[in-house]
């Protein structure tokens, strides 16, 4: 969120998303408690919501969330789907202290 609207100058995440697919063919902007939006050709197609969650620890989750969206996408998942697995791993990211996973993650 704060990267694309500091991108575009534009205070409105979904204005900002909006502006930059005009430029790249796929934008995902994460938006933490918010969820993610998903934005494609100028136009927002999909607002995900966010997980419900008890955060501990934000450490990481921005990176769980692209890892399981990149995942879903180069399996072949819609990127609007792809955007509920990133949010879903980010969920379970924030409710950990600390980066890493346990090494019996059920991930």
Not at 37 to 54: D, H, M, N, Y
Request: hydrophobic residues 45%; neutral net charge.
């Amino acid at each position: 969120r704060d990267e694309a609207c500091l991108l575009t100058g534009l205070p409105d995440p979904a204005d900002a998303a909006a502006k930059l697919s005009r430029q790249f063919p796929l934008v995902v902007v994460k938006q933490g408690g918010a969820g993610a939006l998903v934005a494609r050709s100028g136009t927002i197609r999909a607002e995900v919501p966010a997980r419900s969650a008890t955060p501990r620890d934000t450490t990481g989750a921005g990176d769980a969330f692209t890892g399981a969206f990149l995942a879903a996408l180069l399996a072949g998942t819609a990127p609007e789907v792809a955007a509920v697995a990133g949010c879903a791993a980010g969920a379970k990211a924030v409710e950990r202290v600390g980066g890493r996973p346990p090494v019996e993650a059920d991930c």
